[in-house]
T-cell receptor, first 115, second 111 residues
């Protein structure tokens, strides 16, 4: 069981480009959560998805950001026309249940740098 | 405003000493969880305490929860240099659909 896999680990994009972050949840986990972390800060919730459904996107900016969790394949967090303020670590977590009775399992994150 | 706020923001102790971190929150919760994050890494789940529980132990970790004061504490006994990390509390609100994290306590254990 490989745990929650995120790729890439590091991503550098120029302003105006698109960033695509991928997350494969643990086997058997159908609940996926995306969080963003700025340096020296806590994690800020972005979006909660189940297979083929967005359940809660209240933490995700309405423009430029989108997320999906298709029937087959990883969950994708997509940031269009990136700006310097998008530079952060993006973490994905998964859980077999919701509520998560035993906590979330986190991936190692994708560190996005916008230059 | 933050749902979970940790106190202190930073804590530096000697190996062998105990470390206590506190967390306060604002709303009704299903459970409260503590996570550890080593620098540049993802978060690791440490312990979960449900709203109807008052205390829980796991190895050198002891967590308390006071729902009347909306606060929790994490005690790490006999600390080791390897315990150096950031520690976050996270609450699962009764009305919400996800965990809400605090800003964290940076613990440094000096050998």
């Amino acid at each position: 069981n490989a745990g929650v896999m995120q790729n890439p680990r590091h991503l550098v994009r120029r302003r105006g480009q698109e960033a695509r972050l991928r997350c494969s949840p643990m086997k058997g986990h159908s609940h996926v959560y995306w969080y963003r972390q700025l340096p020296e800060e806590g994690l800020k919730f972005m979006v909660y998805l189940q297979k083929e459904n967005i359940i809660d996107e209240s933490g995700m900016p309405k423009e430029r950001f989108s997320a999906e969790f298709p029937k087959e394949g990883p969950s994708i967090l997509r940031i269009q026309q990136v700006v310097r303020g998008d530079s952060a670590a993006y973490f994905c977590a998964s859980s077999p249940t919701h509520p998560a009775n035993y906590g979330y399992t986190f991936g190692s994150g994708t560190r996005l740098t916008v230059v | 405003s933050q749902q979970g706020e940790e106190d202190p923001q930073a804590l530096s102790i000697q190996e062998g000493e105990n470390a206590t971190m506190n967390c306060s929150y604002k709303t009704s919760i299903n459970n409260l969880q503590w996570y550890r994050q080593n620098s540049g890494r993802g978060l690791v789940h440490l312990i979960l305490i449900r709203s109807n529980e008052r205390e829980k132990h796991s190895g050198r970790l002891r967590v308390t929860l006071d729902t009347s004061k909306k606060s929790s504490s994490l005690l790490i006994t006999a600390s080791r240099a390897a315990d150096t990390a950031s520690y976050f509390c996270a609450t699962e609100e009764t009305s919400g659909s996800r965990l809400t994290f605090g800003e964290g306590t940076q613990l440094t254990v000096n050998p």
